[in-house]
Nanobody, 124 residues
């Protein structure tokens, strides 16, 4: 079992920044690829960013490339999502997810464990 708890969401003006954190407990965190996904009202959950077990590989959705950065600290069992130049279209509940495999994927169905989500709201 893996328990994931996200934090760091909130309300920010367009152009601002937020850093989301996801604290993991349970199974060995350092052997799992991790991902961030988001879901806006009335829309399907979508991929945002992912990172391999050691941080050596990352991937991003086209919509966030150049603005968001995913990172991890295996000593702290935590994965981060630094979000800069936020836009109103980034408004969504953001979820952290753990894959029971060391290599990343953008497919949300490949992630076995999910956090409860944290709301990010970007105002104009």
């Amino acid at each position: 079992q893996v328990q994931l708890v996200e934090s760091g969401g909130g309300l920010v003006q367009a152009g601002g920044s937020l850093r989301l954190s996801c604290a993991a407990s349970g199974r060995t965190f350092s052997s799992n690829a991790m991902g961030w996904f988001r879901q806006a009202p009335g829309k399907e959950r979508e991929f945002v960013a992912a990172i391999s077990w050691n941080g050596g590989s990352t991937d991003y959705a086209d919509s966030v490339k150049g603005r968001f950065a995913i990172s991890r600290d295996n000593a702290k069992n935590t994965v981060y999502l630094q979000m800069n130049s936020l836009k109103p279209e980034d408004t969504a509940v953001h979820y952290c997810a753990a894959r029971l495999h060391p290599w990343l994927t953008t497919d949300l169905h490949e992630y076995a464990y999910w956090g409860q989500g944290t709301q990010v709201t970007v105002s104009t």
